[in-house]
């Protein structure tokens, strides 16, 4: 059988985390058919991606140390096909790529990037940036990324993760143009299947009994709910550590709380910035179509839907914010009282431990022991002296 | 010039920066010749890098360093090395075929000290990483003498702490006495950043500073009244040492090492490394690999890091809670509390500069004796 490796790199938004979702839940189901979805963990692969690419990452890449060798290992042993995915591998340069494609050894590598057009990336990529401390606002970070110069720490990450034919040309400069693989989003209003059918034709997967249900995503936010959440940012970020930060706010309130409010508008760009995120596009669709490339969807679903109307998210008005701000509260209470209980039943258990300790040590030969060591801790002599019986005692 | 040409005038000088030359990219007119290469150009920051590696061999600092095949692997290492973090992309060189799409090509001798720095902490980090920690001395445990807890100043307690261990007297046991060792606030605030720099990393010194000042909360182990409730020292066996000239004698010796306190330089070079070594070493092994760097990280002359004056008061009104704390608390003092209050004058640069961050890391690149030679510990009179 012919080792194959698909290497999906990105980009961030287009359904990835669903997609990794399945891969990670089916893994005994794909090794029947062949297929290796290397992970021990979901995050397996971003650890590899941090470690490939030398990200430190709020602290969690003290978890990535050998991660990408350990996962080219796996896919080197490999002897069917394997899967690699992860979003952040957009960002990688071209001395990282040659490192990852050779420690992949001899296998047929396809190459996979995953696309949506910019007209939804860039208010997805925005409120990405908000569920992960900035509280940049949204007029200053369609500057920042306009800004051809890409100086900025979010331009020259925006960029590197979502110019796809930049991302293509630095992922698939060594592979022939049919091993690189481009699936397009549907557009808005299609099929809500359509996305999979797409990823299981480019993976290989269809026809496998995989279970599709969807257990992790990454959910999108409402006008006030982003703008909230970006108020939010302005008085935390500088006194909430990453690692509280991911749990309380972005876990708690973002995902679990201010997603729910499906019924905001929706997050969308202004006439000015729709007319150059679709001239934007049409030049990548022009260069992207003389490339040659496997496209799986159509070049056309990159340019982006229609002007819709634009609620901006930097001036929601006060009685809009409010509702999200009491479900934060609500949520931040009800989080408060969860962690009380949890705190309270740990120190009943330590009580407990401790009575238990004191019951087992009340004996009368315990309480003569202890008196005769706390006399003989005062002083040097009956210090070294103890030491020598626990030697002695140690030895025999 | 053709883009098959350009692409070879580069590869020519990346070919003369791998044997040591110093021409700006720029001044570079070598058409290359025969230096194509299928392989990937490193970026800007890299190039650039090697280069001024090169200028500092030329101009003496690497007498010690590498030479002949030695430089050429450490060129191939920076030349492959990661830009760590999330910054700029590998960014192109200005004169080449330029794609449409991309970051947009640069002039190398123009990017910037923090963009090398990125660059040359991951050379660092791996130079560590390959030296290992330096062994830890220890002797036979005395336990017949006194047992201490230290808290509090973290670069002078981490130095006894290890003395000490040296000396068979391993930190911790039954009913120890507390030692809290202060120091003016201000002091004790740089001195826990710094130290921290030389653990597992930290945000930047005025990051810091400001997320403390914003929770109007004080660092654990700058809080001397919360450190030594922590490890529940009772009055009689508790000592808050203000006074250093008197510490070694409530530890129980007569001297203890002269405590080396890092330029500003240093320790955000160290920050810097940490964060790589966390990628490249497990985490049990980062505080031995950071130590080992602290005994041998160059001196340079850059003074520490210093409070800058818009955090004065706060660092003055938190130093006189403090001080009321140990007071109502009780604990035999050392000394004076009246020393724990912020004493230095604000601190005219309260930090290093990217410049001389970078002149550091590429002299400790060019000259690896800080790898080779053993830390030396002195001991003063105290």
Not at chain 2, 95 to 123: I, T, Y
Request: charged share 25%; with cysteine.
């Amino acid at each position: 059988m012919s080792r194959r490796v698909l290497l999906h790199v990105g980009c961030p938004k287009t359904g990835t985390s669903y997609l990794q979702d399945v891969l990670f839940r089916n893994q005994a189901t794909l090794r029947e058919h062949d297929i290796l979805y290397p992970a021990e963990r979901f995050d397996a692969h971003f650890l590899a991606a941090l470690d490939l690419m030398t990200l430190p990452w709020g602290g969690i890449e003290t978890e990535a140390v050998g991660a990408w060798d350990h996962l080219a290992e796996q896919v080197r042993d490999w002897p069917g096909t394997s899967i690699v995915s992860h979003e952040i591998f957009a960002r990688a340069t071209p001395t990282q790529v040659e490192r990852a494609l050779a420690s992949l050894g001899d296998a047929e590598v396809h190459l996979v990037l995953s696309a949506r057009d910019l007209v939804r990336q860039v208010p997805a990529e925005w409120q990405e940036n908000v569920k992960h401390r900035s509280h940049i606002t949204y007029a200053a970070f369609l500057r920042t990324i306009r800004d051809p110069g890409r100086d900025s720490r979010i331009g020259s990450w925006f960029w590197a993760v979502q110019e796809v034919p930049d991302i293509l040309e630095r992922w698939g400069a060594s592979l022939p143009p049919e091993q690189v693989h481009l699936v397009t989003l549907p557009p808005p209003g299609s099929d809500r299947g359509e996305l999979w059918r797409r990823f299981s034709r480019t993976f290989g997967l269809d026809g496998l009994p995989l279970d599709l249900t969807a257990e992790r995503e990454n959910p999108s936010l409402g006008v006030p709910e982003t703008s909230l959440l970006r108020t939010i940012n302005e008085r935390v970020t500088s006194i909430i550590a990453p690692p509280d930060y991911r749990p309380l706010v972005r876990e708690t309130l973002a995902h679990q709380t201010l997603s729910r409010s499906v019924a905001s508008a929706r997050l969308g760009l202004s006439p000015d910035d729709h007319a150059w995120a679709r001239e934007l596009s049409r030049s990548w669709i022009d260069a992207l179509a003389g490339r040659g490339y496997d496209v799986v969807g159509s070049l056309d679903d990159l340019l982006g839907p229609d002007p819709g109307t634009f609620t901006d998210p930097d001036s929601v008005p006060a009685d809009e914010l409010l509702p999200p701000a009491l479900d934060a509260i609500s949520a931040l209470l009800v989080e408060g009282a969860r962690l009380r209980a949890v705190e309270e039943r740990l120190h009943e258990e330590l009580r407990e431990a401790r009575e238990e300790r004191d019951r087992a040590l009340m004996t009368t030969t315990h309480r003569v022991k202890r008196k005769i060591v706390t006399t003989l801790e005062d002083s040097p002599a009956g210090r070294g002296t103890l030491d020598a019986y626990r030697r002695i005692k140690r030895r025999s | 010039m053709t883009a098959a040409g350009s692409t070879a005038r580069a590869h020519g000088w990346v070919a003369h920066l791998r044997d040591g030359g110093t021409t700006p990219w720029l001044a570079w007119a070598d058409d290359g010749g025969s230096a194509a290469s299928v392989r990937a150009l490193p970026g800007a920051q890299q190039l650039e890098l090697l280069r001024r590696l090169n200028l500092a061999v030329a101009s003496g600092a690497g007498r010690s360093g590498a030479r002949g095949r030695d430089h050429a692997r450490l060129a191939d290492r920076v030349l492959t090395a990661s830009a760590a973090g999330r910054g700029k992309a590998d960014l192109p060189l200005l004169g080449l075929p330029a794609s449409s799409f991309g970051p947009r090509p640069v002039d190398p001798a123009g990017v910037s000290a923090h963009e090398l720095l990125r660059v040359a902490s991951a050379v660092l980090a791996d130079d560590l990483v390959e030296l290992g920690a330096d062994p830890v001395r220890r002797t036979w445990a005395k336990p017949w003498r006194r047992r201490f807890r230290l808290v509090g100043d973290p670069l002078v307690t981490t130095a006894a702490r290890e003395h000490l261990l040296g000396r068979g007297r391993p930190e911790g046991g039954p009913r120890p006495f507390v030692v809290a060792v202060g120091a003016p606030l201000d002091v004790l605030l740089a001195h826990t950043w710094t130290q921290r720099c030389f653990e597992h990393g930290s945000r930047p010194w005025e990051d810091w500073l400001r997320f403390w000042r914003q929770r109007d909360q004080l660092p654990a182990r700058v809080d001397l009244g919360d450190s030594v409730r922590r490890w529940n020292g009772r009055r009689p066996f508790v000592r808050v040492v203000t006074d250093l000239d008197q510490l070694p004698r409530h530890l129980g010796v007569r001297h203890l090492p002269e405590v080396r306190v890092p330029g500003a330089d240093q320790a955000e070079l160290a920050r810097r490394i940490a964060a790589v070594v966390g990628l490249r070493a497990p985490a049990s092994e980062r505080p031995a690999l950071m130590r080992t760097l602290q005994r041998r990280i160059p001196d340079s002359g850059v003074a520490p890091v210093g409070v800058p004056a818009r955090e004065r008061a706060w660092v003055a009104s938190s130093a006189a809670r403090m001080t009321r704390e140990l007071t109502r608390a009780g604990y035999p003092v050392v000394g004076d509390l009246a020393d724990l209050a912020p004493r230095s004058a604000p601190a005219a640069a309260t930090g290093a500069d990217d410049e001389q961050v970078l002149e550091l890391a590429i002299r400790m690149i060019v000259d690896p004796a800080w790898r080779r030679t053993r830390a030396t510990t002195r001991e003063v009179e105290r």
